[in-house]
């Protein structure tokens, strides 16, 4: 694999990161898929490394590291665990960053310390029955009475929410406007009265990666825990989105690198016709093409990463990296389990794992198809146009 022009401290990071995923992360990650166990060991061994807290400033708490740093972080778990990497993608990008982002100086020394620690996690629910890639469609509503916010509704596929402390929420706080207008993004507390935990969901993939519905019955919160401005939510939201697309593209990219890593030594390895299947044109031409795939969703991810740390617009770049990473990850872990043959097929070999990790790369921050939209419409605002 390539450095990609990684600075002293980055490679670092990386085989640091590379060294903890094979030692402690790839031996139970069959095992915790197969019984949907979160990992919570390693999970608070990262927080002891300072992963879950890379992104906050030293000020908070954190370790003040840029973008492609925690980009590196989330590829590297994802290459053995794909529950592991987005346990940790989710905590970062959709834990903190909504606070990093949108909080006063009073919410950051508030809730920054303890995300950075690992003291708790943050969970981020926008997702609800009925407004998935329509996120406008909240219907959740937030009602001020006196000091404090009366919420009712329902949120779906929430992660990492029973190892939450806060959930950063959206929820409808201007009845009378329409769509995404008159949204607001609400900081919850998970020992909030009037919150509970609903359903776990039982998942084709990243099966360790727990996911929740949310339930909320007059459910009160202090009214200083609007993040942001009233009604300006779905900015928030929309804008930690196009980050967390960075890191769904790290995970494709992870899942997929990681079914390469499995399948070269193993078309190495095993003989037909008298000969290492490697030899076979077909497998070499499929090896081929998911390593110039892999390569290529890699340069797509670390430039939407460095774009987002130079704090230049990236949103168009970040859905063509996570559109792109995505879809390479579910061809390269088909291609993969498909040499394998019959053993690919099952789980004696993790292919099986990758692929259906996989999948959850092409629907989480947005689907592919959402994503179509989000790039032909920055495509079409460039030359003037305009997709609405």
Not at 29 to 38: C, K, L, R, S, V
Not at 229 to 236: A, D, K, P, Q
Request: aromatic content about 6%.
């Amino acid at each position: 694999m390539l450095n990609f022009d990684l600075d002293d401290q980055q490679k670092m990071l990386r085989d640091m990161i590379r060294d903890f995923a094979e030692k402690e992360v790839e031996p139970i990650a069959a095992e915790i898929d197969e019984t949907m166990e979160f990992p919570e060991e390693n999970i608070k061994k990262l927080a002891q490394l300072g992963i879950l807290g890379m992104t906050v400033p030293p000020e908070y708490g954190g370790q003040g590291m840029d973008t492609l740093s925690y980009i590196i972080v989330v590829e590297e778990l994802s290459r053995v665990c794909g529950s592991t990497g987005l346990t940790v993608a989710a905590a970062i990008s959709l834990g903190v960053t909504p606070i990093l982002m949108n909080g006063t100086e009073e919410q950051k020394k508030k809730w920054l310390p303890a995300l950075a620690t690992g003291e708790y996690m943050g969970s981020f629910g926008l997702t609800e029955p009925g407004a998935g890639s329509d996120s406008g469609g909240t219907r959740t509503t937030a009602v001020r009475d006196g000091d404090e916010w009366v919420i009712n509704g329902t949120k779906q596929f929430i992660t990492n929410a029973s190892h939450a402390g806060i959930i950063t929420i959206t929820a409808k706080t201007d009845p009378e406007a329409k769509r995404s207008h008159g949204i607001s993004a609400i900081v919850v507390p998970t020992d909030a009265p009037g919150f509970k935990l609903g359903t776990k969901e039982n998942k084709l993939g990243v099966r360790a990666s727990e996911t929740w519905e949310l339930i909320f019955e007059d459910c009160r919160v202090p009214a200083e825990n609007l993040l942001g401005e009233l009604n300006t939510g779905f900015g928030t939201f929309m804008r930690t989105l196009e980050g967390g697309r960075i890191s769904i593209g790290a995970m494709a990219l992870g899942i997929a690198q990681g079914a390469l890593d499995k399948t070269v030594p193993y078309s190495m390895e095993r003989e037909q016709f008298g000969r290492p299947i490697a030899k076979f044109q077909a497998i070499g031409n499929m090896i081929a093409d998911m390593a110039t795939e892999i390569e290529a969703a890699r340069h797509m991810v670390y430039h939407a990463a460095r774009l987002q740390d130079a704090g230049r617009p990236f949103g168009k770049e970040a859905a063509m990296a996570k559109l792109y990473a995505s879809e390479v990850a579910m061809r390269a872990t088909n291609a993969g389990l498909q040499i394998h043959g019959g053993y690919g097929y099952t789980q004696e070999y993790p292919l099986e794992r990758y692929l259906r990790d996989a999948k959850l790369t092409t629907i989480g921050e947005g689907t592919s198809e959402v994503q179509r939209i989000v790039i032909a419409r920055r495509v079409l605002e460039a030359y003037g146009g305009s997709a609405r």
